[in-house]
């Protein structure tokens, strides 16, 4: 029997770990004790969760030794407040993080289990839409394996981003229930309850000394029941804590009105209290207007800020002096923004702290994430309903702004009332407006964007001013993945690889690959490189045929694109390249060209009319190419439906291609770029986001890059595009524009497959795709060309993965203590 090391390491928060033999008899003792069921007639789903309750007892270890030693090394911690977090499946995750994997795999083995089958009993937990809450999923990760005191902070929803089928190609959304018959990894903290109030008004009333002091008498109170769910480091470093708020009605407020006669009236009220936690938002649509959205991201804020309160009293007391030296919170984008005018109204109202000293503590709490600069993301509120919600933080607002535009903007700008109209935290017309990131800015002592040209771009073109008033308050930190769920866990032959020739210490210390580039030349490591691309291919292969019933060639080029739907990422550019190829196919029948399987995976805003118009083009279109024998095979196109993070793991490993094609400027960072180039594939990309990064760090000779620059897009625009131009210019995006609106695609259905061509033409091409057009397919020429030769292939892809090492998630957040949270790390004792 092979035996798991059991030696308890320094700073270790998880002492000893298991054996296979003591895992078996846990996972059995666990079947009996938790499940109520016996091996002879367990389902795998008892399988599973029996495990996971196994390796919880390690989970559990590893969090009362980390929460222990905070609390009595009294740590400065930082608190990640972020409306979403995309975590995907937790078991696997967790096993390679304890260090546990192998050991559950025999044991599994050993018990007539194959472990995948177990994995395959979880659901993904997609609480986030995309890049926003994935990013905060692998921060959380990076802040426990590299023991940083941290806690995230979010909302439990009950539903998270809805499940996607195909309905004669179109996209059908259905309910996400991830936790219908409960989840093994979250703990429900009744002890730690909060009541937060919503609605109601404000009085003005005077003491005897005549100072004045605002009552708000909420409208409603709403009860958070925290779920918590431990964040296992890696090699099991720190086990941190991601605590979810659960909305409830408050009992207090209900039995009021049950009382008084008001028994339907206080069901209702139930509800709507348990509304706010039920669904996350699908984002890109705007939500402005959307009241429960604005409550859902008051009620999370209020309930953490509560909580981080209670804890600081409990170790200082009374005295506040010392809260911004143990309290930072990170605002992820401007969704929790609301925190600030919250902490104001506690010290203010409730502490009855002074105007300037509460100000001074908020502005050394909170930094803020800038995420995007698209101007229909930039969140605003309409001052009637903030008000109508949170009169007295809408009041705080006021005095926050007042004092901002009189001490700040017109010291610096005396008398400019533009500039005064510009930065108003208040935006005027005749639906005045709450502008979120104008808040941010001033509330922050903090603000970055996500990668150096978004930062630069943040500064120059969305706060230019701000940066005039403060030019040391912004900086940037580059986005990262974590190496150990984007490379250990999903990619295991790989890891194996590299775990065989350049060492093991990578998945903590990436850099370490830099080691790998040595043997891109070694016939060998190419060899093994390109056979382990190949397997991972055919694994696709059948995920493929029995999700779509589409059956693909591994041999082909694997060219992937995987991201949410939008017309900025152009999904469409992608589709009209297909289209070119399969037309000069058509054209000339002994085309030549390397069989390519294009696989796309993306989800629309049920809202976002042409997004969704896109996935059907895309479908229609394969659904002729995949069937037309003319093609023979060079051309393949699969759309999955669902795409999700545990989807994302299969592609990733797979892919040959990695397609990062959003118009320059509007691709904040991304960070599946980085997943793929780092499993070694070799990007077609735009000079956008950490596509940049990514191009300083692998070399010119290491992707293909296309499009016009950042400058150049905004040259192009001042100067007046027009995309008809490129259609009567370019005989080849007029035949393709022009057949999508015959019936060819859509049988007896002429003009279904139009809403694109219009969107391109009249819709005057607002994110250049026609612009960007041939230069595009001269960079999949390229493509084409190095894969041909198998051996050049081979060297590119492993000096891809080789020097990716910038970008793992620990980086970025060395980078966020270093620049922004000055916070040391804690050893870890145990008992
Ligand atoms: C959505 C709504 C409002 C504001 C921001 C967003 C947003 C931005 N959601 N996801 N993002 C992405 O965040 C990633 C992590 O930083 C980036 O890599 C990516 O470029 C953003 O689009």
Known sequence: MKKTTSKAKASVAIAALPSTEELKNSIIKHLHGSLGTDVNKASPQAWWRATCAAV???????????????????????????????????????????????????????????IADLEDQEED???????????AACFIDSMATLNYPAIGYGIHYEHGLF????????????????????????????????????????ETTYDLQGKMKKVWHPGRIIKGVPWDIPVVGYQGSSVNVLRLWESRASDFFNWDVFNSGGYIDAARQNIEAETISKVLYPNDETDAGKELRLIQQYFFCSC???????????????????????????????HPAVAIPELMRILVDRAEMSWDDAWNICQHVFAYTNHT??????????VRLFEKVLPRHLEIIYEINRRFLVEQVDVLWPGDNDKKHKLSIIEDGHEPMVRMGHLSVVGSFRVNGVAQVHSDLVKSDLFPEMVALWPDKFTNVTNGVTP???????????????????????????????????????????????????????DLATVVKKLTNISIDPHAIFDI???????????????????????????????????????????????????????????????????????????????????????????????????QISTAGKEASGTGNMKLALNGAI????????????????????????????????????????????????????????????????????GELSAIKRSLLEGGDPYLVLADFQSYVKAQEKVDGWYRDQAGWAKKAILNTALMGKFTSDRSIEDYVEKVWKLDACKISQQ
């Open 56 to 114: 919880n007892e390690y989970v559990y270890d590893g969090l009362r030794n980390t929460q222990r030693t905070h609390y009595q090394q009294n740590t400065r911690a930082i608190h990640y407040f972020s409306l979403e977090y995309l975590m995907g499946r937790l078991f696997s995750n967790n096993l390679h993080n304890i260090g546990i994997y192998d050991a559950a795999k025999t044991a599994l083995a050993e018990l007539g289990l194959n």
């Open 125 to 135: 937990m997609a609480l986030g839409n995309g890049g926003l809450g994935r990013l």
């Open 163 to 202: 499940k996607q089928d195909f309905s004669d190609g179109r996209q059908i959304e259905r309910p996400d229930s991830w936790r219908e018959y409960g989840n093994p990894w979250e703990i429900c903290r009744p002890e730690s309850v909060q009541e937060i109030s919503v609605y109601g008004y404000v």
């Open 304 to 334: 953490s800020l509560k909580d981080i309160i209670r804890r600081y009293k409990r170790a200082n007391g009374d005295d506040w002096s010392k809260f911004p030296e143990q309290v930072a919170i990170q605002l992820n984008d401007t």
């Open 373 to 382: 600069l698209l101007p229909e993301a930039l969140e605003k509120w309409s």
């Open 484 to 538: 150990r769920r984007w490379l250990k866990a999903c990619n295991p032959r790989l890891a194996k690889l590299l775990d065989e020739t350049i060492g093991d210490e990578w998945p903590r210390d990436l850099k370490q690959l830099n080691k790998f580039a040595a043997f891109a030349d070694d016939p060998a490591i190419q060899d093994a490189f390109m056979a382990i691309k190949q397997q991972n291919k055919a």
């Open 561 to 659: 694109q995987i991201k949410r739907l939008h017309e900025y990422k152009r999904q469409h550019l992608n589709l009209l390249h297909i289209l070119a190829l399969y037309r000069r196919i058509l054209q000339n029948p002994d085309y030549d060209m390397v069989p390519r399987v294009f696989l796309f995976g993306a989800k629309a805003a049920p809202g976002y009319k042409l997004a969704k118009e896109i996935i059907y083009a895309i479908n229609k279109v394969a659904e002729k190419i995949n069937n037309d024998k003319r093609v023979k095979n060079r051309l393949k196109v699969v759309f999955m439906p669902n795409y999700r993070v545990t989807l994302a793991e299969k592609m990733i490993p797979a892919a040959d291609v990695s397609e």
């Open 683 to 750: 990007t077609v990309g735009t000079l956008d986001g950490a596509n940049i990064e990514i191009a300083e760090e692998v070399g010119a000779d290491n992707i293909s890059i296309f499009g016009l620059t950042v400058d150049e897009v905004k040259a192009l625009q001042a100067k007046g595009y027009h995309s008809w131009d490129y259609y009567y210019q370019d005989a080849e995006i007029k035949a393709i524009l022009d057949w999508l609106e015959t019936d060819y695609f859509t049988p007896g259905k002429p």
